[in-house]
């Protein structure tokens, strides 16, 4: 047997947010999303006039965002995704800190969608005040059917902050009405979202009502993804769409070129891909579905291999948002979007549904720790939708955006970060992530408290403790992350006699209240290089410390960062910063190389003199004053 083939098919599901309370690292970070960012993202949604086309009541807003794309979509048709992201935010938040005031404003959104609903349960705000009749016309290009998934998830997510139904029923009629129009019987529309997103959201309320219908949609839309005669084509020539009308000339744009079965390759949009492979991966343990297994693994290998950045982002090009090339891997013009960051942190989770596998949890720390997180500034008002590696210092984080796609998905994702820390089978407790946090577990013999006490990722110690209600037998698994040199594990003070497997260590045993297991990682800084492919990085090093990928910024080395350079044997340190609310920073003595001349050419090579270098994590980068910034660092053997 391989070594990462789960031995069973055993569901390993997250914990939803209300059962886990988070602090350390994170914490802080819930807390500016509690106190700021999720009122500014109602107030900037409100400002933008969404609020205007959801309500009935209000007077109709028209057109506000020009077309584009050929004048085939405006972002104003995604505003109903931004509401139910936004929802969600706010959901999470809520279960953290309550906030009444926040709260009713949540409620006075959800009001106004149910008078939007249509009688037959169909609710989309621009179909139904901005361009009546058109509904189903358009799931290429519209987000009409990704729409829908984002409010559910903003609905399940409220039910479990707030108990309160009201969403959940309206947006469970809402599915209620595309199960009707959509699926596989006699007069059903065989469609599926052009932006895969639904899937998703269809598991999550699957699970919270316990309706198989659900799932079954979700499924249906996944195998019939790229199925020939292609859908897409078909409502194309029913527009009257000539050929080559498609704005981005091919179906793998959308990643319903062929069936996913038979998909080998990360193509297109990188959102719309990686949130396609999150919902394969949800069908698949849903399911027990090993047919979809074989694609999973090679889409995993071809975008880790050969198309994802030391940041844990992928897709270089802003002309369609995504995937290029193998190993064009560019720095400056890095797209590297956040939302596509966010979706990998999605699909990462859900590789782990069918059992713990470190290749999955390293990247999804990998993305969650570095380019996901950079998206949201540490005040929490500021937003980055792409994220290149390297800077002159005229990238900066938006206000607001046309298309304020990144702005709610960073903060859902943040607010929710606990639901991410676990995977729980009827015997088994994975770890998948560390900080400090209190999970509330129910397994098939009896519940469980775990709580981890670490200041992970600043240190590697995890100290992780037991409360049951009586002797309970079960595994419990801890990722030893793969950059980890060294890891040691006690139990109780004894060491732990096991060794790893697929990245972690699994510990079968008799647990009881007041049992303690230790992990010790060992959390050195080191140096990456990069495949010789990716041209743009010859000669140069990355730095990373625990899950961090580094950077160096103007404000701490000066201009013309790229005139420093790093010796391969130069001593690396790490210490505690004093402005960054104590992250690690890490240090070296390297060369700057200073211009001879004025001159364009010259003869004589420039002159060096010593400096010292200060890098600090990615995520923290355009948080001080404006300056340039550098991930590559120029090095010498």
């Not at 990238?395 to 796609?405: I, L, S």
Request: with cysteine; glycine share 8%; proline share 6%.
């Amino acid at each position: 047997m391989n070594e990462h083939t789960p031995t069973a098919h055993a569901k390993f599901r997250p914990l939803s947010v209300d059962k886990v309370h988070v602090g350390g690292f994170f914490g802080p970070r819930i807390n500016t999303i509690c106190a700021v960012t999720a009122r500014t993202l109602f107030d900037r949604c409100i400002e933008a006039r969404m609020l205007d086309q959801v309500d009935p009541d209000r007077p109709n807003p028209g057109l506000v965002i020009p077309f584009q794309h050929g004048n085939t979509v405006t972002t104003q048709m995604f505003w109903d995704s931004d509401f139910g992201k936004s929802i969600e935010t706010a959901a999470y938040a809520l279960n953290h800190c309550p906030d009444p005031e926040l709260e009713a404003m949540v409620d006075q959104v959800i009001d106004a969608y149910g008078r939007l609903q249509m009688e037959d349960g169909y609710l989309n705000s621009w179909y139904i005040r901005i361009e009546p009749g058109q509904r189903w016309t358009n799931l290429r290009d519209r987000h009409e059917l990704y729409n829908a998934g984002h409010l559910i998830e903003g609905a399940v997510a409220y039910f479990h902050a707030t108990g309160k139904r009201r969403f959940l029923d309206i947006m469970c009629r809402y599915a209620d009405h595309i199960a009707q129009v959509f699926g596989p019987g006699d007069g059903q529309r065989k469609g599926y979202p052009g932006h895969p997103e639904l899937e998703l959201a269809l598991v999550k309320l699957g699970r919270v009502t316990g309706d198989q219908r659900y799932l079954d949609l979700a499924k249906f839309f996944v195998d019939q993804r790229g199925q020939s005669p292609n859908y897409f084509e078909h409502e194309a020539q029913a527009r009257g769409e000539g050929e080559g009308g498609f704005y981005f000339g091919t179906l793998e744009y959308c990643q319903a070129h062929k069936p996913v079965r038979e998909q080998d390759r990360v193509v297109g949009h990188a959102v719309r891909a990686a949130y396609l492979y999150a919902g394969m991966a949800d069908v698949a343990t849903e399911f027990g579905d090993d047919t979809l297994t074989e694609p999973l693994e090679k889409l995993w290998s071809h975008l880790v291999d050969r198309n994802l950045y030391i940041h844990g982002g992928f897709g270089p090009s802003a002309q369609n948002e995504g995937l290029t090339f193998d190993y064009d891997l560019p720095n400056a013009t890095a797209y590297a979007e956040t939302c596509a960051a966010v979706a990998l942190v999605f699909w990462a989770s859900r590789m782990l549904g069918r059992g713990p596998d470190g290749r999955f949890a390293d990247i999804m720390e990998q993305a969650l720790y570095n380019n996901a997180l950079s998206g949201l500034s540490l005040d929490g008002t500021k937003f980055f939708y792409d994220n290149p590696l390297e800077s002159l210092g005229d990238h900066h984080r938006w206000t607001w955006h046309r298309c304020p796609c990144c702005p709610p998905n960073i903060s859902r994702l943040v607010a929710s970060i606990g639901s991410y820390f676990y995977g729980v089978s009827d015997s088994e407790i994975a770890v998948h992530l560390y900080n400090s946090s209190r999970a509330e577990i129910a397994l098939a013999g009896g519940n469980v408290t775990l709580e981890q006490v670490t200041d992970y990722p600043n240190d590697g110690t995890i100290l992780i403790s037991m409360q049951t209600d009586r002797p309970l037998d079960f595994a419990l698994s801890l990722r030893i992350p793969g950059w980890a040199r060294t890891a040691t594990v006690t139990v109780n003070g004894d060491p732990a006699a096991t060794a790893p497997r697929a990245g972690y260590i699994r510990i079968q045993r008799r647990w009881q209240a007041g049992d303690q297991v230790v992990l010790t990682l060992d959390l050195s800084p080191r140096r990456v290089f990069a495949h010789p492919r990716v041209t743009m990085n010859q000669g140069r090093v990355a730095l990373m410390h625990g899950p961090f990928a580094y950077c160096i910024e103007e404000a701490d080395n000066g201009p013309d960062l790229n005139s420093l350079i790093l010796a391969d044997d130069a001593p690396l340190t790490a210490e505690p910063s004093g402005d960054l609310g104590g992250i690690v920073r890490l240090g070296a003595s390297v060369l700057r190389e200073g211009t001879v001349s004025q001159a364009l050419y010259d003869s004589a090579p420039p002159a060096r003199s010593p400096a010292t270098l200060t890098a600090i994590p990615y995520y923290l980068w355009d948080n001080r004053a404006p300056g340039a910034m550098l991930t590559w660092i120029r090095r010498e053997g």
